[in-house]
């Protein structure tokens, strides 16, 4: 596997240990539709909660969180949507962003909540 998805794996497994541990309940890790994914899918306060987890080993250029994209964002707002619709939901979605730096010298978790709004 390559190192970036290493990476990635452990930053998902550390953001999904880390939400558990504010009380978020984790229902679904990496659901895909069609060429998107859900990264973690999770419940609190009567939400849905999509979280996007960013890792990278350095914020040299920016921050993770950057590299969400109105374009990023459409994809998992259709998917969001197509995930509620197969589980017949009824209930307020919010999208979060969990940034995580993480390398020899550094791990940080920025948890970044509604992040973003769908578009109506």
Do not use: C, W
């Amino acid at each position: 596997m390559a190192e970036h998805n290493e990476l990635g794996q452990q930053g998902e497994e550390m953001a999904a240990i880390y939400l558990a541990q504010k009380g978020y309940e984790v229902v679904k890790r990496n659901y895909r539709f069609q060429k998107s994914e859900l990264d973690i899918i999770a419940r609190k306060d009567g939400k849905l909660i999509v979280v996007e987890v960013k890792t990278r080993n350095s914020d040299y250029l920016a921050g993770p969180e950057i590299t969400i994209t109105k374009k990023k964002q459409k994809a998992l707002i259709k998917a969001a949507n197509f995930y509620i619709l197969e589980n017949d939901l009824d209930t307020e979605t919010q999208f979060d962003i969990v940034s995580i730096i993480l390398n020899n010298n550094e791990q940080t978790i920025e948890h970044l909540e509604d992040a973003f709004y769908p578009l109506l």
